[in-house]
């Protein structure tokens, strides 16, 4: 059964940096296509970042030049280092992976089929 599980998350102040790890098990990873979505409270869960099994990566208008998506197939994870930190980035931030999204741009919540828990991130003004 494949699982994800994030962890990193916590409190920064803005302009701070944070990295946040995903760890994946139960599953052949190396040909995955693997997300991080946030949800900020009262808000609809949006995409963040994606890399797939090729190690090509697609941001988020929101937050590109200021987080980075990167995986170590080695080790089965996949982080998302946010620099220059914004209170509008407080949200949960979510891990996803998919099988089949390794030839498309992947920003859609239904279109992955597998989810972590969640770590809390909270940029202080």
């Known amino acids: 059964q494949v699982q994800l599980v994030e962890s990193g998350g916590g409190l920064v102040q803005a302009g701070g940096s944070l990295r946040l790890s995903c760890a994946a098990s139960g599953g052949t990873f190396l040909r995955y296509t693997m997300g991080w979505f946030r949800q900020a409270p009262g808000k609809e869960r949006e995409f963040v970042a994606h890399?797939?099994?090729?190690?090509?990566?697609f941001h988020a208008n929101s937050v590109k030049g200021r987080f980075t998506i990167s995986r170590d197939k080695a080790k089965n994870t996949v982080y998302l280092q946010m620099n220059s930190m914004k209170p509008e980035d407080t949200a949960i931030y979510y891990c996803?992976?998919?099988?089949?999204?390794?030839?498309?741009?992947?920003?859609?919540?239904?279109?992955?089929?597998?989810w972590g828990q969640g770590t809390q991130v909270t940029v202080s003004s």
């Open positions: 890399i797939r099994p090729g190690y090509d990566t």
């Open positions: 996803a992976a998919d099988p089949h999204l390794s030839h498309t741009v992947a920003v859609g919540r239904s279109q992955y089929t597998y």
